[in-house]
Nanobody, 119 residues
């Protein structure tokens, strides 16, 4: 049974920083494409940062230069470092792990962690 557990969300003032963690159990994280998504009230879920199993990273334009995705394969954990936070970053953040093996897709989600940026 694969489980992803996010942590690290909370309330932060504009300009502040948070680091989200996504810990995986039941599988080896390093072989998965991993993404951090977010969903604000009334909006669709969007991809903000992604890391392929080969180490290539991609970011949404809205977070480039402020957010950094990274992995610690020894800890089976992926992080999202968020700096210079803005009120529009307020959302529930989700971790996703995805892998395709032949015709089979493996897709796992965490439960989400709330990030609120407000003064």
């Amino acid at each position: 049974q694969v489980q992803l557990v996010e942590s690290g969300g909370g309330l932060v003032q504009p300009g502040g920083s948070l680091r989200l963690s996504c810990a995986a159990s039941g599988t080896i994280f390093s072989i998965y494409f991993v993404g951090w998504y977010r969903q604000a009230p009334g909006k669709q879920r969007e991809l903000v940062a992604a890391d392929t199993s080969g180490g290539r990273t991609n970011y949404a334009d809205s977070v480039k230069g402020r957010f950094t995705i990274s992995r610690d394969n020894a800890k089976n954990t992926v992080y999202l470092q968020m700096n210079s936070l803005k009120p529009e970053d307020t959302a529930v953040y989700y971790c996703n792990a995805h892998r395709v093996v032949g015709p089979t897709q493996y897709d796992y989600w965490g439960q989400g962690t709330q990030v609120t940026v407000s003064s």
